[in-house]
Every structure is written in C-alpha cells, then in structure tokens.
Nanobody, 121 residues
Framework: VQLQASGGGLVQAGGSLRLSCTGS????????MGWFLQAPGKEREFVAV????????SYADSVKGRFTISRDNAKNTVYLQMNSLKPEDTAVYYC???????????????WGQGTLVTVSS
C-alpha cells in the first residue's frame, strides 16, 4: 500500500492541525496504522497507533490528551487531530501501516513520505 500524508503547516502554539494519511493501491483495512514524528537532528519516534479490527488506540505520553488518532476505512484514510500544539511538537510527521499495533518502527511495513508541522511560540 502506498501512503500519502498531508495537512502539515505552520501554526501558533495552542493551535490545532489535522493530519491525513491516505492509502492507495490497496485497502488499509487490515493494517494497524501509526503516526510517528522526527524532529530535526533526532530519531523517529512513536506518536499514536490505531488497530485494524477493534480500533484500539495508543499514544505516546507526550501527546496523550492532546492528539487523537482515527481512521475511516471507507475513505482509506487515517487522521491525527492535534490540539494544544506546542513548539516541541515541531517535526516531520510520518504515517505507517503494519500488521500489529506497535510503538516500534520495525513493526511497520509501509511508510508515507512525511508532512512538516511547525509550531511557533
């Protein structure tokens, strides 16, 4: 499955953005879908995941209560609603598809190209 992330941009601290990740080539239905971020000079890290079957979600501690992951299989799309954004949320955000709802990068087989989120103070 090919993944295309979009929705990034420049926002002030305290603002909101919604990222989208749309699949093509095959349905995302059987996949757990994750979001990861990579800040400048740092390694890619887990943000959130939603499972394929029961729609269970899991979040990094740093975004709990601020970010919400959801999916619309009919639209072949997964979303990341980001509220109360902080300057430290600035990063390139990547979506990924895998067969288990994991926080580990190695669990994901397919990756989108990333979308840049910049939060100004």
């Amino acid at each position: 499955v090919q993944l295309q992330a979009s929705g990034g941009g420049l926002v002030q601290a305290g603002g909101s953005l919604r990222l989208s990740c749309t699949g093509s080539g095959r349905t995302i239905r059987p996949y757990s879908m994750g979001w990861f971020l990579q800040a400048p000079g740092k390694e890619r890290e887990f943000v959130a995941v939603i499972s394929s079957s029961d729609l269970r979600t899991s979040y990094a501690d740093s975004v709990k209560g601020r970010f919400t992951i959801s999916r619309d299989n009919a639209k072949n799309t997964v979303y990341l609603q980001m509220n109360s954004l902080k300057p430290e949320d600035t990063a390139v955000y990547y979506c990924a598809a895998g067969y288990s709802p994991s926080a580990l990068l190695s669990a994901y087989d397919y990756w989108g190209q990333g979308t840049l989120v910049t939060v100004s103070s």
